[in-house]
T-cell receptor, first 112, second 116 residues
Framework: QKEVEQNSGPLSVPEGAIASLNCTYS??????FFWYRQYSGKSPELIMS????GDKEDGRFTAQLNKASQYVSLLIRDSQPSDSATYLC????????????FGRGTSLIVHP | GAVVSQHPSRVICKSGTSVKIECRSL??????MFWYRQFPKQSLMLMAT?????????EQGVEKDKFLINHASLTLSTLTVTSAHPEDSSFYIC????????????FGQGTRLTVV
């Protein structure tokens, strides 16, 4: 089992819809979870961090964490074509220096 | 979010030469920095983790004599690709974290290295 798993997609949604991105992780002791957005040819950009169970909202983005089920999700409301990118889920692994472990990313396409 | 500056953004070098890439945290002190490489349409591959003042910890399969990492201050880490070859052509990205515990890391802009 991979440490952090994401569906590679692509996930295609119409403009204005809600995009739902999911991620599961294997280390039950993980305590820090992050979502990054990466546009093609660019470096990742942090969009959300979440540390406790439940929902965390920031503008059009909502991160959801369920430690019992070992999953974290990202909802994007009112999706825009500019949201089209690869979304990376990262979990701080407890080994060593709490190294961020990344999933392979989910490609999101928002079509007009 | 915090700002991490990586320089140069793009470099072309001849095979056999060395290239140095700088990663600076501009508005925070980076206790830990990470170096990644990414090939087209592939996921991030962690190369090494460096803590300020300590030797870098390299991931399995990454040659530490080829990819020299220095993290001499809390705001600067460098990656030197020595004796570069065309197969080293890739997108190199650093990230920096303010604390050694479970906080978020911020990425630099990345360096696209082309070895000819």
């Amino acid at each position: 089992q991979k440490e952090v798993e994401q569906n590679s997609g692509p996930l295609s949604v119409p403009e204005g819809a809600i995009a739902s991105l999911n991620c599961t992780y294997s280390d039950r002791g993980s305590q820090s979870f992050f979502w990054y957005r990466q546009y093609s040819g660019k470096s990742p950009e942090l969009i959300m961090s979440i540390y406790s169970n439940g929902d965390k909202e920031d503008g059009r983005f909502t991160a959801q964490l369920n430690k019992a089920s070992q999953y974290v999700s990202l909802l994007i409301r009112d999706s825009q074509p500019s949201d089209s990118a690869t979304y990376l889920c990262a979990v701080n692994n407890r080994r060593g220096s709490y190294i961020p472990t990344f999933g392979r990313g989910t490609s999101l396409i928002v079509h007009p | 979010g915090a700002v991490v500056s990586q320089h140069p953004s793009r470099v072309i070098c001849k095979s056999g030469t060395s290239v140095k890439i700088e990663c600076r945290s501009l508005d925070f002190q980076a206790t830990t920095m990470f170096w990644y490489r990414q090939f087209p349409k592939q996921s991030l591959m962690l190369m090494a983790t460096s803590n300020e003042g300590s030797k870098a910890t390299y991931e399995q399969g990454v040659e530490k004599d080829k990819f020299l990492i220095n993290h001499a201050s809390l705001t600067l880490s460098t990656l030197t690709v020595t004796s570069a070859h065309p197969e080293d052509s890739s997108f190199y990205i650093c990230s920096a974290r303010a604390s050694s515990v479970n906080t978020e890391a911020f990425f630099g802009q990345g360096t696209r290295l082309t070895v000819v």
